[in-house]
């Protein structure tokens, strides 16, 4: 295939690779309780393949896409919380029916802005348009003035530490710090057993599929091209009759919805949602993913997420008090040493080996000479 088509050889290849790698050798070889870890380090891949169209390709740092996973996460948790909050199951609190949080803040009625939750379609429209709505708001207000660059990602960390403060203020309808827990079903099916868990991996592993074709396309569409001229030089894409702030909102947009899906996926999966996932320290670890996977590769920054958490696990198991420092120091050393992150080693130094050792292994023609000997020369 040539690189205009949906797919090259290199991409098609390396989306088998990873198929078969989350969906065959992760299963058969991790017990259940390192497969829901794997199912969680994937819910922040989605917000890493976000980045990748809006930093990589449109050159937008966002230090604020907690937000975002936050919202989506919130917006699944009301539902599920909703369901575990029957009237059955919360009888013995003072307002039946009602979150225990809610009970416990001395509310005595559902607030108006949950009730629509009640309806499975109606939060998983609300996973995709609270979140999207929220980033064109904010990319309107901010791209059509022309901030952009360093001042974008403060206003974006800004945007950031005050919607945790609001979480965390507004205990008696979010559930404060602790956020909102013990969410037990979905649509009346237990999401906590062993079986549960591993089909919502597998539910897990084909959305975010979805969301690698969907970046994809827009990598390779018109509008990808767009995005990388406007990276490279703004003022000629704006010069040549294109609107710059449009296709900035657009990428801002486009990875807001991913990582609602991502933060959706992590309710899900792990069974509660907190203020500590939306504030300024994860968006900027999220951040850290993408880097290291290499911000221009969507496989890139799935691979970079894995590893990241894993070492991110393994450390914090190992030396509880140092993971932090390990987690910067990888960050640094990535951006220092290989800016382009791992697909930039693996695009540098990597395939072109294998693709010469491939090249060296093919039969020769009849007839075939080596160049370096000049045709009826003797061979020294």
Known sequence: MTDNRF?????????????????????LTLDVFRLNLVAKYLTYAFVALGLVICWGYGGILSLGQGVFFGLGGYCMAMFLKLEASSVENTKIQSTPGIP????WNQLTALPFFWKPFHSLTFTVAAI?????????????????RR??????????QAVAAILTILIVGQQGYTGGINGMTDLRTLKGWDIRPDHAKIALYFFEVGCLFVCIMIA??????????????????EDRVRFSGYSVANFKI?????????????????A????????????IVPSIEMVIYTAVGGRLSILGAIYGTL????????????????WLFGLGGLFIAVVLAFPNGLAGIWGDYVQPRIERLIASRKPKPEGWTDGSVADGAPAE
């Not at 225990?100 to 009970?103: H, I």
């Not at 995709?128 to 059509?144: E, H, N, S």
């Not at 899900?268 to 504030?279: D, K, Y």
């Open 7 to 27: 797919f090259n050889r290199s991409e098609l290849i390396g989306i088998l690779v990873l198929a078969v790698f989350l969906v065959a050798v992760l299963p």
């Open 100 to 103: 225990d949080f809610m009970d």
């Open 128 to 144: 995709v348009l609270v979140p999207g709505i929220f980033a064109l708001i904010i990319g309107t207000a901010m791209f059509k």
């Open 147 to 156: 901030v952009g660059g360093t001042y974008f990602a403060i206003i974006t």
């Open 216 to 233: 994809q396309f827009v990598r390779h569409s018109k509008l990808g091209r767009i995005l990388v001229a406007m990276r490279e030089k």
């Open 250 to 266: 657009f990428a801002f947009c486009i990875a807001a919805v991913f990582a609602a899906v991502g933060g959706a996926m992590f």
């Open 268 to 279: 899900l999966n792990v069974g509660f949602m907190s203020p500590s996932f939306v504030g």
């Open 307 to 322: 590893l990241v958490n894993f070492a991110k696990t393994s450390l914090s198991e190992t030396f509880p008090e140092l």
